[in-house]
């Protein structure tokens, strides 16, 4: 069955530091990738894709195949990077239904 | 383009009460995805309409159903309503065909008591 396994409710790092946010995924076909960041009192929305391969406000993920992860980062962690961060994959079988992962709240320490 | 705008935004029930919650999409898109969020089960995916027709759907009882009009717009229902359908309901639209975006709304929170 397909699914999307972040492994921490709760992530907390001091600013400054690097940032991974993990995600592995179960999925026999070609998977498409997102993460999505929900800030404080803001709506939920597309942070980025692996297809678009870009870094959004100094944030990459690199889809590992091998390893079935598409983990994020970002190699200085900022005090508004403090959100809610969730990553999901499209089912191209269910016409790409999106399968989320449970999401991991990110803290930034000052 | 005006986002994705969902009425109302809070509500309060009382349980065995139902309720209607609204969802009008991004201009020109025409899958509207339901989901339930709360702190303990995180994002769950309720159901999605396509062109009228509801295309996917979750592991919710049949209490939940919902409907999408032809001009896009999506209203979900609850009958019955439990003190565990306490929640933020939200509401994503996209243009519906292939892996695109979801743009969400601002999400109805449905207290029940």
């Known amino acids: 069955a397909q699914r999307v396994t972040q492994p921490e409710k709760l992530l907390s790092v001091f600013k400054g530091a690097p940032v991974e946010l993990k995600c592995n995924y179960s999925?026999?076909?070609?998977?498409?990738l997102f993460w999505y960041v929900q800030y404080s009192r803001q709506r939920l929305q597309l942070l980025l894709r692996?297809?678009?391969?870009?870094s959004i406000k100094g944030f990459t993920a690199d889809l590992n195949k091998g390893e079935t992860s598409f983990h994020l980062k970002k190699p200085f962690a900022q005090e508004e990077d403090s959100a809610m961060y969730y990553c999901a994959l499209s089912r191209m079988a269910s016409n790409y239904q999106l399968i989320w992962g449970a999401g991991t709240k990110l803290i930034i320490k000052p | 383009k005006a986002g994705v705008t969902q009425t109302p935004r809070y509500l309060i029930k009382t349980r065995g009460q139902q309720v209607t919650l609204s969802c009008s999409p991004i201009?020109?898109?025409?899958?509207v995805s339901w989901y339930q969020q709360t702190p303990g089960q995180g994002l769950q995916f309720l159901f999605e309409?396509?062109?009228?027709?509801?295309?996917n759907k979750g592991n919710f009882p049949g209490r939940f159903s919902g409907r999408q009009f032809s001009n896009s717009r999506s209203e979900m229902n609850v009958s019955t309503l439990e003190l565990g359908d306490s929640a933020l309901y939200l509401c994503a639209s996209s243009l519906g065909q292939g892996a695109n975006e979801q743009y969400f709304g601002p999400g109805t929170r449905l207290t029940v008591t």
């Open positions: 692996h297809i678009s391969r870009e």
């Open positions: 309409y396509f062109s009228e027709t509801q295309r």
């Open positions: 999925y026999s076909g070609s998977p498409e």
């Open positions: 201009s020109g898109h025409r899958s």
